[in-house]
């Protein structure tokens, strides 16, 4: 990462300095052979999963992002992956997805409203227990477990950086790596985790950064 920005800093001044238009991007990326991608970690991934994944070894995924602990890594992380990465097993769609409602029913808190000191990150629907929550767009699943106050969680991954997560369910029905179509059923809704009534907890995101649903869903 020092030498990448050092690279950068001269580019900068020499695009600065002289009369050839140099721009800084070209510049640093021609001076790699391969360009290193990045990987963004996902709730609940390990090191290990993600060299899995990309069939790299595990040590030098640590190495490359020097990392002295294997064991930790946080969701948003951003890792380096080495030249010879593949590439992700997932389905990538050429465009944003068309986005679907997961359930129907009553939206009962919108995206944004104070909750406690932070901010809504997703809308609540509300639906009776037992209802089939479904996959708002084709993806893999990147998690399905617990998770603090989401109660029983399913994210799934739809490429360029999108997810969408499902929170408060009562049963998961998919399990991590699994691909989903748009309209496959994940889990069944309930009222797991932080939830006064049964309801699902919807959110989009990109690049780890929640969006409003409701701009998103027809
Ligand atoms: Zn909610």
Redesign the pocket.
Known sequence: MKRAGAILAVALLAACGGRTAVRPAESAAATRAAPLRVHIVAPGETLWRIARRYGVDVERLAALNGLADPNRIVAGQRLLLPPEAAPAPEAAPAARPRWRWPVRGPVS?LFGAPRGGSR?Q???ILVPPGTPVRASAAGVVRYAGRRRGYGLLVVVDHGEGFTTWY?HNSRITVREGDAVAAGARVALSGASGNASAPHV?FEVRRNGKPLDPLALLP
């Open positions: 808190s809504h997703g809308i609540d929170g907890h």
